[in-house]
């Protein structure tokens, strides 16, 4: 069965430090893997998707990896503010071509920066 | 920009009602989805479709149906509402199998 494991669970940090959210997952055949933001009492955001071939991308203080061998992903954050307080979904899609378009969600990590 | 609205914020509704959750997109999406979202269980696929008409059952399907008689718009229903229903109910759209868009969420209070 596919599983997406995302830790910690709850973070909490100084404003204007940074922070690494990890994201560990078993599913397969891999297709690509996607992070969302998602603010309290909102719907999540994409903030990024990696593929097979990518290792890192970058979305301003927002940089996330992946190592396709370990099936493991990290979500960096540089300099947190206060607005990046919010929970963080790792959602992995698999090339089965079954319905519900194929994702695995973590539980994801809620992340509060203080001031 | 993609836009898929929700009918409610906020729902308060009593054990037993009928409530219906509505969901609009405007980016002509092929598939939408239902999901409810609950504290350390992350997001749990209750319904999907794929097409005018069609729907599958995802992982939690009891207790819910769903309607889709406009490629625009995914109702959810719960037939009779029980207190363990009370959650977050997120809907979703995407274009053949890419990045999915979420609405802002409806919270559900069923008392």
């Known amino acids: 069965k596919n599983q997406v494991e995302q830790s910690p669970q709850s973070l909490i940090i100084l404003e204007g430090k940074n922070c690494t959210l990890q994201c560990n997952y078993t599913v397969s055949p891999f297709s690509n893997l996607r992070w969302y933001k998602q603010d309290t009492g909102r719907g999540p955001v994409s903030l990024t998707i990696m593929t097979f071939s990518e290792n890192t991308k970058s979305n301003g203080r927002y940089t996330a990896t992946l190592d396709a061998d370990t099936k493991q992903s990290s979500l960096h954050i540089t300099a947190s503010q206060l607005s990046d307080s919010a929970s963080y979904i790792c959602v992995v899609r698999d090339y089965s071509g079954g319905g519900a378009d194929g994702l695995t969600f973590g539980k994801g990590t809620h992340l509060i920066i203080q001031p | 920009d993609v836009k898929v609205t929700q009918s409610s914020r906020y729902l308060v509704k009593r054990t037993g009602e009928k409530v219906f959750l509505e969901c609009v997109q405007d980016?002509?999406?092929?598939?939408m989805f239902w999901y409810r979202q609950d504290p350390g269980l992350g997001l749990r696929l209750i319904y999907f479709?794929?097409?005018?008409?069609?729907?599958e059952k995802g992982d939690i399907p009891e207790g819910y149906s769903v309607s889709r008689e406009k490629k625009e718009r995914f109702s959810l229903i719960l037939e009779s509402a029980s207190t363990n229903q009370t959650s977050m109910y997120l809907c979703?759209?995407?274009?053949?199998?890419?990045?999915?868009?979420f609405g802002p969420g409806t919270r559900l209070t069923v008392l």
């Open positions: 979703a759209s995407s274009l053949l199998g890419n990045e999915q868009f």
């Open positions: 980016m002509d999406h092929e598939n």
């Open positions: 479709s794929y097409d005018v008409k069609m729907k």
